[in-house]
């Protein structure tokens, strides 16, 4: 019951997640992490946003299978393909959302970061950096929402070029308000995956 209850905590998540990132698709902002690499990479390429996320994210699971753990990874594999269809769903599904660009922004970060959270709350991921941030977080303590900012900055620096100053500026207060929220969080995803195991473990010998 503990393990449905937080599988649909994730799917929550994602659904939250993947509205986010749609909003900032359909105003030209773009957002950080691996996400933010997709959607570069859907603006010069006619690939789709969801299959290019996945193809991203791949190389990080190299450092969650080995640092991170074989439950963790697969939990967060799972993450990134649901986030992945989801994101084509609310393509088809949904009509292109007209929305004041700093609106968008500040809605956007509370959608992605309340999102994320959940789904790092209960022991998965979106795989990329939120990976390299909980392996930096685990082995040197640094918080976890420090390192997004960082990193998800340094990638809108890069996407200047394609989306203009003023949308980089409100990307960036995306970033920041989602990065907040995900920094406040209390619980490691890794220790909650390894507790759950060790309950699916216990009750299967009960």
């Not at 990479?41 to 996945?54: D, I, R, V």
């Not at 004041?100 to 970061?113: K, R, T, Y």
């Not at 977080?137 to 203009?164: P, Q, W």
Request: with cysteine; proline share 1%; net charge positive.
């Amino acid at each position: 019951m503990e393990l449905f209850k937080k599988s649909l905590f994730v799917l929550v998540g994602l659904i939250l997640t993947s509205l986010g990132i749609k909003l900032l698709s359909d105003t030209s902002l773009i957002f950080g992490g691996t996400a933010g690499i997709a959607t570069i990479f859907s603006y010069l390429t006619s690939a789709s946003w969801g299959s290019l996320f996945f193809i991203v994210n791949l190389p990080f699971f190299f450092i969650a299978i080995q640092e991170l753990g074989k439950w963790f990874t697969i939990s967060s594999l799972l993450s990134i393909t649901g986030i992945s269809l989801l994101r084509e769903w609310f393509d088809l599904i949904t009509p292109v959302i007209e929305m004041n660009m700093i609106f968008a922004a500040i809605i956007s970060g509370l959608l992605i970061g309340i999102g994320v959270t959940f789904v790092l709350n209960n022991g998965s991921s979106l795989g990329g950096i939120h990976i390299l941030g909980l392996y930096i977080d685990k082995k040197f303590g640094v918080n976890r929402g420090l390192i997004l900012f960082v990193c998800d900055s340094m990638i809108i620096i890069f996407a200047l070029a394609l989306v203009g100053w003023k949308r980089a500026l409100l990307s960036i207060l995306c970033i920041f308000i989602a990065s907040n929220i995900i920094g406040r969080y209390k619980k490691s995803p890794i220790k909650v995956m390894d507790r759950d195991k060790e309950n699916i473990i216990g009750g299967s010998h009960a």
